[in-house]
Structures are given as C-alpha cells and as structure tokens.
C-alpha cells in the first residue's frame, strides 16, 4: 500500500470513527432524557402509596422513591461522563486531524459546544464565542449573568436534588402526621 492509500483509508476510517463518535453520543443525549421519562413515570406509580396508603407502606413507598431518585441521578451523572468522554474524542479528530487549530478552534463542532480550551502553547486562539443569544422564557429573555447557568444539567440535577427532598420532607411528614394524630 502506497502512503497515498494509507493517507486515504486513515481519512475514510476518521470519517467513519467522527460519525459514530457523533451517533453514540446523540444516543446517550436521547438516553438521558428517556431515564428522565422513566423517572417520572415510576415516581408518579410511587406517589399514590406513599400519600394515601397507611403508615408503614407510605414510609417504604417514600424510601423507595428516594432509592429510585438516587438511582436516576446517578444514571444521569455516569451518563454526562460517558458523553463528555465521547465528545473528546471528537474534538481530538477535529484538531490533531482535521486541522482545526489557532483561528479555527472554535469552528469545530465538540470545541465549541463543550467549550473546550485548547492545549497551553496553541497560538491565535479566539476566545470561545458563547451563546448566541440570552436564554428565552415566557416573560422574556434572561440576563447573560443567569443565562449561562441555564442548562439541561442543571434543571436534571435540581430535579432529582429536589425530589430527593421532597421523598424525605413527605416521609417525614407522614411520621410526624402519625404522631401527632395518635396523642
């Protein structure tokens, strides 16, 4: 084989590789909020007992739930960890490959949306060029400050932090309910 067609299959299997690394990680993206569906479906089975049944199931339908929480967070967080990894073998393609340095840092897809810095020494490097615009709501947009802690992870983490709270604090008042009913 000639360093030409060496040159040409390594092209052809880095397409081949940028593809699937691009494919792995929308299916793991569509796997979090699938964990998010399931999550919902199973706390809101879970919710009936636990507000209505009597004093013993309600605690372990409520210690359930919170074991449950834990479990999707968890999920949640080893799935960001396993995207981002994904995510970095893209960017190492796009710039130790493809050529995407200096000037051009950002230009790439996996730099610029995981706001990768680039390797101390790289020179000409723009700073990276944020969002587009401040995030929408239905009273306007938010301030750039508020704006960047606006994020898929942030919203699934006070999810689960505050239903993790919620299973507690509805656990607790069933106890207390209970108490205080039989005196």
């Not at 013993?56 to 949640?76: D, K, N, P, R, Y």
């Amino acid at each position: 084989m000639t360093v030409k067609e060496d040159q040409k299959e390594l092209a052809q299997n880095l397409r081949t590789e940028y593809t699937a690394v691009e494919a792995y990680h929308r299916s793991l993206v569509h796997y979090r909020f699938i964990t998010v569906a399931a999550y919902f479906a199973g706390a809101s089975f879970i919710a009936g007992p636990a507000l209505e049944a009597r004093l013993g199931v309600a605690i372990w339908a409520c210690l359930f739930a919170l074991l449950l929480t834990i479990c999707a967070w968890m999920l949640e967080l080893r799935t960001r960890t396993l995207y981002r990894k994904v995510a970095l073998r893209g960017e190492q393609i796009e710039h130790e490959y493809w050529g995407y340095r200096g000037d051009n840092w950002y230009a790439a897809l996996w730099s610029r949306q995981y706001k990768s810095p680039p390797p101390k020494g790289e020179q000409n490097v723009p700073d990276h060029p944020g969002r587009d615009g401040a995030s929408v709501t239905l009273i306007g947009e938010l301030p750039r400050c508020l704006s960047k802690h606006v994020s898929h992870s942030a919203a699934l983490d006070l999810l689960y932090f505050g239903s993790g709270v919620a299973w507690i604090a509805l656990c607790l008042s069933r106890i207390i309910g209970s108490v205080i009913t039989s005196t």
